[in-house]
Nanobody, 115 residues
Framework: QVQLVESGGGLVQPGGSLRLSCAAS????????MYWVRQAPGKGLEWVSE????????TYADSVKGRFTISRDNAKNTLYLQMNSLKLEDTAVYYC????????RGQGTRVTVSS
């Protein structure tokens, strides 16, 4: 079965950086586009970014464009999200997913941006 395990979250000050990872198994990762979504406290899921199977086409939500970078290593079955210049409003649980609606997603990793 599909397994997605996120890691790398934590507490960071505004302006700081974090790198999230998502270890994937149970499906052919290298054939699958992948997604990052997030859920801020008290809010619904928000699509953050996506990457095609080959890793050469990426798209971002306007709220993170220029600050976040999605990437993948198909040899390691791992998805990444480099987050720079973090803002208070980036505080959320971040999930990797195999679809844009995040119907299949991991357990999430919490990112808290606070001074």
């Amino acid at each position: 079965q599909v397994q997605l395990v996120e890691s790398g979250g934590g507490l960071v000050q505004p302006g700081g950086s974090l790198r999230l990872s998502c270890a994937a198994s149970g499906f052919t990762f290298r054939w699958s586009p992948m997604y990052w979504v997030r859920q801020a406290p008290g809010k619904g899921l928000e699509w953050v970014s996506e990457i095609n199977s080959g890793g050469y086409i990426t798209t971002y939500a306007d709220s993170v464009k220029g600050r976040f970078t999605i990437s993948r290593d198909n040899a390691k079955n791992t998805l990444y999200l480099q987050m720079n210049s973090l803002k208070l409003e980036d505080t959320a649980v971040y999930y990797c997913a195999t679809d844009s609606s995040a119907n299949t997603r991991g357990q999430g990793t919490r990112v808290t941006v606070s001074s």
